[in-house]
């Protein structure tokens, strides 16, 4: 649907993105997860044609953008980030603007009508969009967007700004786009991609830092990381087998610690277990840490910091 | 289809700003009092007072209303909504250009109470009245397009106006020093200038020349904002 190939793009001498690579399906909903100035706009931006690539090329439904623009944008719904939109035009007209450069004619009426129930704007199609509430000029920009029924949505931050209850509301609102739709959003909130999307990839100072699945992402950086509490007269040393021991803590003879496994995301409960048992110790407590998706960003961006320097 | 929708949103856009009827308002006061001038105080069944100032006033004016046409885009990143949509850079510059000229024209139309007034006390030149009034429509439209190009450079609307200011006057301003030139360089510079390609048309005499000058300038300035808005300078 949508394929990235080695896409670089330069702001005179800074590299906003660097090499940038990947491939999303048909009904895919996808985070595009980043700090602030990682490149999540600036490869958006490109995907969308506004901007031109520095080099690299972008494929849409197996066209190059670069060759043919305007039949592709018709397959292309695109929130910018920020929400531009038309401040003295009132909401109707706004949307009657977009429906008509995209040649909407004879479904025009029906068009708006669908696009601005589906957002929930249509007791507002009246009123001048610089006097509506950020909730509603973002359902606007949602509306603009899918006005076309575009197979492909490009949202730039879609929930930037908002109020949680507005945020509760958009995230609904794109996952009920995200059922029809091949959909890729932004965002450097992570409880957003958790989500929204059955996808992430993690961009960092312009280079894909994961791509996977969020439970295959969580599972391969948590590194199968267990935590033990047990009550028996073994020494916490002797878990060393299993991997490097931490955090030993003792509280009224109960002695509870934490193994990061030596090979990495294997699975260690069950030796753990039966370990405890053939040591006739009492297993008080025995669970692999799930880490939220905060914390495994953290690391993913934290280690290019640190290759960097 | 797509440029009409251009068209119809710019027009929304002008005749529902504030800025654009100020504007309007001071032009005609401004033309007004030069027109009652002329005619009461030289006695003359005339628009030339009016007319006179004319190239140096809508030096001031359109650049103020057309400042805004993409500068405004960008500053408002509605640039990146447009640009995205699946429409050509021509079409998006050329359905503003027409807008512009529409709101332009609705001004000129607004001064056809002075020549009412010249037919209602004398005997005027009709011939003249109507070139002259090619004439303006000629002068605006090459500002216009001028002012346009002004504002696909940047984002920001004061640099805007003071570039398209700066354009116009340098076009206008060989008109005015041709006298103190060398003789031989005297047809050029008329050539070049704007004023004498504009006083022509107010003396009644509809030349080619004079109107191929203009429509030059406005498809130079026009292709020039196209470049400049597929550029994106972002």
Redesign the interface.
């Known amino acids: 649907m949508i394929s990235v190939r080695s896409l670089i793009k330069d702001y005179g001498e800074i590299r906003a993105v660097n090499g940038i690579s990947f491939e999303i399906k048909s009904g895919e909903v996808v985070g595009f997860l980043g700090p602030n100035g990682a490149g999540k706009t600036t490869t958006m931006q490109i995907i969308t044609g506004y901007l031109r690539p520095t080099s690299g090329e972008v494929l849409i439904q197996d066209r190059d953008i670069s060759e043919n623009h305007i039949s592709i944008k018709n397959s292309i719904g695109y929130l910018p980030e920020n929400t531009p939109l038309y401040e003295d035009l009132n909401v109707y007209d706004f949307l009657d603007f977009v429906a008509s450069v995209r040649e909407l004619n004879g479904k025009k009426k029906d068009s708006i009508k669908r696009a601005s129930e589906l957002c929930g704007i249509s007791d507002v199609l009246d009123r001048p969009i610089g006097e509506l509430s950020k909730g509603y000029r973002q359902r606007v920009g949602l509306a603009q967007a899918i006005i076309h029924d575009p197979p492909i949505l490009i949202l730039d931050e879609p929930t930037t700004g908002l109020d949680p209850i507005q945020i509760m509301e958009i995230r609904e609102l794109i996952k009920r786009l995200g059922e029809e739709k091949t959909v890729l959003l932004s965002t450097h909130i992570l409880p957003e991609v958790e989500q929204t999307c059955n996808r992430v990839i993690v961009i960092h100072k312009g280079v894909i830092v994961a791509d996977s699945d969020i439970d295959e992402l969580r599972e391969a950086i948590s590194g199968g990381v267990v935590r033990v509490e047990y009550r028996g007269s073994i020494n916490p040393d002797e878990f060393r087998r299993f991997g490097k021991v931490s955090d030993i803590t003792e509280k009224d003879g109960n002695i509870s610690l934490k193994i990061v496994p030596a090979e990495g995301s294997v699975d260690i409960r069950e030796a753990v277990y039966r370990f405890c048992k053939d040591s006739d110790l009492v297993l008080l407590e025995l669970y692999r840490e799930k880490r939220s998706l905060e914390e495994i960003f953290r690391e993913l961006t934290l280690e290019v910091r640190e290759v960097e320097a | ?2 440029l ?3 068209l ?2 710019e027009l ?2 002008y005749f ?2 504030p800025l654009a009827y100020i504007v309007t308002v001071i032009f005609l006061l401004i033309t007004g009092w030069f027109f009652a001038n002329s005619l009461f105080l030289l006695k003359e069944a005339e628009m030339r007072g009016m007319l006179d100032i004319l190239p140096i006033l809508l030096m001031f004016v359109i650049p103020a209303i057309t400042m805004r046409s993409i500068a405004e885009e960008r500053k ?6 447009l ?6 850079e021509g079409q998006i510059i050329l359905g503003k250009y027409m807008a512009l000229l529409v709101f332009y024209s609705t001004v000129l139309i607004f001064t056809l109470f002075y020549p009412l007034v010249l037919m209602l006390l004398g005997r005027p030149d009709t011939g003249v009245i109507l070139s002259s009034y090619l004439g303006m429509f000629l002068l605006g439209a090459t500002y216009i397009s001028i002012g346009i190009f002004a504002s696909s450079l940047t984002s920001s609307q004061v640099i805007a106006f003071i570039t398209g200011f700066a354009i116009i006057f340098l076009i206008f301003i060989p008109g005015k020093l041709e006298n103190i030139m060398p003789v031989k360089m005297q047809p050029l510079i008329e050539g070049a200038s704007v004023v004498s390609h504009f006083e022509n048309l107010l003396r009644g005499v509809v030349s080619s020349t004079d109107i191929v000058y203009f429509v030059m300038l406005n498809i130079l300035f026009l292709t020039l904002s196209i470049y400049a808005l597929r550029e ?1 300078g ?1």
């Open positions: 289809m797509k009409r929708a251009i119809k949103k929304k856009h529902f700003s408002m990143d509605t640039v990146q909504i640009l995205t949509l699946p429409i050509r994106k972002k």
